[in-house]
């Protein structure tokens, strides 16, 4: 199945997926180029042909004359990385961080409570892998993150007897208006553990600005350890485009090749995300195996990443197995109605004090006044704070770099190790210290740890208090 992957031929269940993956652009290029007056602008109509791309240029969350205006402050970024740009408006946000997104996936984590509990090492991998596609359900919305500040944290707990610790690691510092390419990328590193697994993800984003879409390559490194059964588990997740930024509805598709391997036994499973079609052939499914060390099939997988994925044993022709059915793995959870930012319940509950520890860390995500601001629906003040704490940021960068000082994360460790991944390698990889659990230990062991209103701590991940003044 495509490249090195590549399943047995003949006529497999679903043999005409490689073919279809490689050549998804023929398919899902629905673009209109000089549409409007404007230059190389891709207006895509996921419900639709190249027909009716005119119409749905018009169509969208922007007034025509917002359309003209960011057309025209975007386009000379057209092909660059605009990973660290801090001069988009608010209205466009959804009153969440990078580093809270992170906790997203954990929703379905009881799918690795039961890899690990599972003797079969190939269903290990189907409930593994399943879990890791379960939360692109919530990956398809279409409002921005908050950019994290350095130093800002997100914890949870609560949920699924889980810790939760993220913490953004690096930062590239954008000037006050525009972009800055930088050597140094936003990066962000989680932690995740309960009596079943460790979770470990370095995460950094690469992106392409295509125009009117945006291209986003997941450089990073994601490790699960199973405690029982005693393996780790490596994710290589595919790239995303989010289509129709400014003209048009704005849509999100996952497309190509989803690899996970056990490490300790060469085992893994390739899923493809199959591209949006014409009128919608394709949208979000999801097909593939799990292959035995071998490279022999071994379980088929199918289903749509918004919706449900089943399995079912197959032969070395990658046919179903004759006595045997589909099995439901997965499927996503009822979610609110008509919610403004398309919200699952437990992204509301990631923004909930609910899921805070005791005695939360004053850098928690969710005592950011810009994002608490934009969730109460203030969006002029929401504005206004997201340009104080951008401010503030420069300036630590400026007393940093006047002092010779170094960023050093206080979670987390960045190793001398390089991963390699589809994008290019990654270079820094950090590691859990440890020390929140120290930290938390002390915490929730104390009796003379004061109660404390989280909702009256101020937001602060500064590194020197007279950043301020700056």
């Known amino acids: 199945m495509g490249s090195k992957d590549e399943k047995p031929s003949s006529s497999g269940f679903f043999s005409a997926i490689s073919s279809s993956v490689r050549n998804w652009g023929s398919a899902v290029h629905k673009s209109v180029n000089g549409l409007l007056g404007y230059e190389g602008l891709e207006v895509i109509n996921p419900e639709g042909g190249t027909d009716d791309a005119e119409e749905e240029a018009h169509r969208g969350r922007w007034k025509q004359e917002e359309r003209d205006s960011y057309w025209k402050m975007m386009q000379k970024y057209i092909g660059s990385d605009v990973t660290s740009m801090v001069t988009l408006p608010v209205i466009i946000f959804e009153p969440m961080t990078m580093i809270q997104k992170m906790a997203e996936l954990m929703e379905y984590s009881h799918l690795l409570d039961l890899a690990d509990e599972c003797e079969d090492p190939y269903m290990r991998l189907v409930y593994s892998s399943s879990w890791a596609i379960s939360v692109y359900y919530a990956y398809q919305r279409t409002w921005k993150p908050f950019n994290p500040i350095l130093g800002e944290t997100y914890e949870m707990v609560n949920h699924g007897g889980l810790t939760f610790i993220s913490e953004q690691v690096s930062h590239s510092y954008a000037p006050a208006f525009g972009v800055e390419v930088s050597h140094h990328p936003p990066m962000g590193a989680a932690h995740a553990e309960n009596e079943h697994f460790t979770y470990d993800i370095t995460s950094k984003l690469k992106t392409k600005f295509l125009g009117n879409s945006l291209e986003i390559y997941p450089v990073g490194r994601t490790r699960v350890k199973l405690k029982k059964a005693g393996v780790i588990l490596d994710l290589v997740p595919p790239p ?126 969710r005592l950011r006044p810009d994002r608490y601001a934009l969730e109460k629906g203030d969006l002029a003040k929401s504005g206004a704070e997201k340009t104080s704490l951008e401010e503030r940021q420069r300036a630590e960068k400026r007393i940093r770099e006047a002092r010779g000082d170094q960023f050093t994360p206080r979670w987390f460790n960045m190793t001398s190790e390089v991963t390699a991944t589809p994008w290019g390698d990654l270079e820094e990889i950090y590691e859990y210290n440890g020390k929140y659990t120290e930290h938390r230990v002390r915490i929730d062991s104390s009796d003379s740890v004061n109660e404390v209103d989280n909702t009256s701590i101020e937001f602060n991940p500064w590194q020197y208090s007279d950043s301020a003044s700056q």
């Open 240 to 365: 995303t485009k989010v289509n129709n930024l400014i003209f048009g509805r704005t849509w999100v598709d996952s497309f190509g090749e989803m690899i996970m391997t056990n490490l300790t036994t060469g085992d893994k499973v390739v899923l493809y995300f199959q591209p949006c079609g014409w009128f919608g052939a394709g949208r979000y499914e999801v097909d593939g195996y799990v292959y035995s060390a071998g490279e022999e099939p071994k379980i088929l997988m199918t289903g749509k990443w918004n919706e449900s994925l089943s399995c079912q044993p197959c032969d070395q022709e990658g046919e179903p197995l004759p006595g045997t059915e589909l099995k439901e793995i997965w499927r996503v959870a009822a979610v609110p109605e008509k919610d403004k930012f398309q919200y699952t319940y437990f992204a509301h509950a990631i923004n909930s004090f609910e899921t805070a520890p005791k005695k939360l860390l004053a850098s928690d995500s």
